[in-house]
């Protein structure tokens, strides 16, 4: 069989799993999607999409109207199943693998000999064997010889994806050698980029290590950003001054770190090795502090004014996406309101409601404020000059206004 005639059915059709499927359609693959929202299946079918990605919209309508992409509610039989689910933590910082196991068992009833199982979503240590391939093993799958199970994690940034599914390099690691080649041929079909062999282990860390040392750098920004504060240094000139070192590349501070991915992935690394893993868990602590800190300085601002209008920009966890998940932005908003710390006028120019707040246009929050609170450095938002806002109190969280 050519790999272009095979069949793929896609568990999960998010950010990751709707991505990945409408581009597997365009590049003549026959994909099936997967997802629990009868809503999102029915979006998908009429050609249109639920996510905002750029160039997502043009790709899906495409896809879908080759006949090559569908979607509904139940697998289907296929040559490869990805599975590409969310793996949020639980309340103690503990890996919730529930979407991952309810995925492989909604799959089982569907493998058959000679098929590929892929796991794309970012998972602890010892997932893909240990949870994955360990189901379809008690369905009565003979994965040690018939059934390939590989973990090739998704390193794609949001706001850049359909690029990066194509131009990154992936690793790809199998719970067997048969395992990593298969998936490696198949991951060569469609990926520009190096695909690169190890096991599933090696892999499923990998990725956790990419969004760790993240996280690590970005805490180490937060954290200058305290210092220079209570020092009257302006973070951002210092930061740009010591990345002219050759050797030095310090990212930036913001509100805190958001997202689904870095604010989440550096756990599943703590939650296996709590006595060995500290540098990653106070990054994260670092990180996880900064909204209060950030609320602190609204309160301060606050209390000149008689009643203080504070105009939130932003809501969304980055630059010029939709995504509100781990929002350090849309937590900052919402303590906000829960405190009481005076009027709140808030815009995110890339939702056009919530369900909390009453969204406005920017430029009618800046003028209506006597606090501007940037959050996000969204595109529109780097129009705002400091010069416009000296009758107001600025806080630049993101260091975008000159
Ligand atoms: N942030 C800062 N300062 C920075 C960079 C980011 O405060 O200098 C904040 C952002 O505002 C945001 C959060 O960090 O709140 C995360 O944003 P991001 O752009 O760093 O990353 P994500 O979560 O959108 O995507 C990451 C990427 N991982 C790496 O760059 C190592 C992406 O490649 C992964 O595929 C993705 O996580 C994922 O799905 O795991």
Redesign the pocket.
């Known amino acids: 069989m050519k790999i272009l005639d095979k069949t793929i059915c896609v568990v999960g059709l998010g950010y990751?799993g709707l991505p990945t499927a409408s581009l597997l359609g365009t590049k003549g693959f026959k994909v099936y999607g997967v997802d629990a929202s009868p809503q999102v299946v029915d979006t998908i079918n009429q050609g249109r999409i639920h996510i905002v990605e750029p160039d997502l919209d043009i790709l899906v309508k495409s896809a879908v109207q080759s006949g090559n992409l569908s979607a509904g509610l139940e697998p289907k039989q296929a040559d490869v199943f990805i599975i590409a689910v969310p793996t949020p933590f639980k309340g103690n910082h503990e890996p919730d693998l529930s979407y991952v196991e309810a995925a492989t068992r909604n799959i089982a009833p569907f493998v058959k000999s000679g098929n590929l199982v892929i796991l794309e979503s970012?998972s602890p240590v010892g997932t893909t064997d240990g949870v994955v391939a360990r189901i379809l093993r008690e369905a009565g799958h003979d994965v040690d010889r018939k059934v390939y199970v590989a973990h090739c994690p998704?390193?794609?940034?949001?706001g850049r994806i359909l690029v990066e599914l194509v131009e990154n390099d992936r690793i790809v690691g199998g719970i067997n050698d048969s395992s990593t080649q298969v998936a490696v041929d198949f991951y060569k079909s469609f990926v520009r980029g190096e695909v690169l062999a190890t096991d599933s282990r090696t892999a499923e860390m990998a990725?956790l290590t990419?969004?760790s040392?993240?996280d690590v750098n970005?805490a180490f920004?937060n954290e200058l950003s305290l210092i220079c504060d209570k020092e009257g240094i302006n973070v951002w000139n210092l930061i740009s001054l010591a990345n002219l070192h050759p050797r030095v590349k310090i990212?930036?501070?913001?509100p805190?770190?958001?997202?689904?991915?870095?604010?989440v992935?550096p756990w599943f690394i703590v939650a296996r090795n709590p006595e060995l893993a500290r540098l990653i868990r106070v990054a994260r602590e670092v990180n996880d502090s900064k909204p209060e800190w950030v609320i602190a300085k609204v309160k301060t601002a606050a209390n000149k004014f008689k009643k203080p209008v504070v105009g939130c920009l932003g809501l969304a966890?980055?630059?010029d996406v939709d995504d509100l998940r781990e929002s350090?932005a849309l937590e900052i908003v919402h303590k906000l309101k829960h405190e009481r710390v005076g009027e709140l006028l808030v815009a995110e120019p890339n939702l056009t409601k919530h369900p909390e707040f009453e969204l406005l246009p920017y430029e009618e929050v800046v003028t209506r404020s006597d606090i501007v609170l940037l959050l996000v450095d969204h595109k529109q938002f780097r129009k705002l000059k400091a010069v416009d806002l000296k009758e107001k109190i600025l806080i630049d969280t993101r260091g975008i206004v000159v």
């Open positions: 990751i970012t998704e390193r794609v940034l949001p990725k990419e969004n040392f993240r970005i920004a990212l930036q501070p913001g805190g770190v958001g997202g689904h991915c870095i604010a992935d966890f980055k630059a350090p």
